[in-house]
Antibody, heavy 118, light 106 residues
Framework: EVQLLESGGGLVQPGGSLRLSCAASGFTVNTNAMLWVRQAPGKGLEWVSAIGGTNDNTYYADSVRGRFTISRDNSRNTLYLQMSSLRVEDTAVYYC???????????WGRGTLVTVSS | EIVLTQSPATLSLSPGDRATLSCRASQSVSSYLAWYQQKAGQAPRLLIYDASNRATGIPARFSGSGSGTDFTLTISSLEPEDFAVYYCQQRVNWPLTFGGGTKVEI
């Protein structure tokens, strides 16, 4: 069964760092484009970052560029999102998702909550 | 950035009704538009891609249409499990963007 499971969320102070992980099963992360999408409490969906499937091209929303880094570990079949210089407005549930092809998201994890607060 | 505007914000209907949801893009996205369903406390689920293609396992009562800047998601006869929030998403340009959502409520 194709599945994604996020972990690493939690409470962090403004200016702090956190690394989210997304463990994949049923497929390999290194042959599929992968994405992170977040959802602030009570709000809509916001795309955060993406990494290409056949290459390692990376893409970022302006709101996180320079602060967040997407990467993957093929040996662990895991996607990561390294987040630094966190802001209160980064508070959200973070979902990882698999690209169906051409940047449509066909498999989603359950999400992990990141709370940035002092 | 391409802005997607969904209307209405809330749609109040009954089981068996037909639901028509709209998504309008600030510039042409050709047919590169998807629809997602999100139930409370759950992750989104891909329903439609490339404006009119149903994703794997999606019932035939869900259909999508449109091209350019105007798109429609139609649910032909609402089932109790269809009451949820629906989002559109474009993939023609970076950044990928989502609409603000339409809540379909009983």
């Amino acid at each position: 069964e194709v599945q994604l499971l996020e972990s690493g969320g939690g409470l962090v102070q403004p200016g702090g760092s956190l690394r989210l992980s997304c463990a994949a099963s049923g497929f390999t992360v290194n042959t599929n484009a992968m994405l992170w999408v977040r959802q602030a409490p009570g709000k809509g969906l916001e795309w955060v970052s993406a990494i290409g499937g056949t290459n390692d091209n990376t893409y970022y929303a302006d709101s996180v560029r320079g602060r967040f880094t997407i990467s993957r570990d093929n040996s662990r079949n895991t996607l990561y999102l390294q987040m630094s210089s966190l802001r209160v407005e980064d508070t959200a549930v973070y979902y990882c998702a698999k690209d169906r092809r051409y940047w449509y998201l066909d498999i989603w994890g359950r999400g992990t909550l990141v709370t940035v607060s002092s | 950035e391409i802005v997607l505007t969904q209307s209405p914000a809330t749609l109040s209907l009954s089981p068996g009704d037909r639901a028509t949801l709209s998504c309008r893009a600030s510039q042409s996205v050709s047919s590169y538009l998807a629809w997602y369903q999100q139930k409370a406390g759950q992750a989104p689920r891909l329903l439609i891609y490339d404006a009119s293609n149903r994703a794997t396992g999606i019932p035939a009562r869900f259909s999508g249409s449109g091209s350019g800047t105007d798109f429609t998601l139609t649910i032909s006869s609402l089932e109790p499990e269809d009451f949820a929030v629906y989002y559109c998403q474009q993939r023609v340009n970076w950044p990928l963007t989502f609409g603000g959502g339409t809540k379909v409520e009983i």
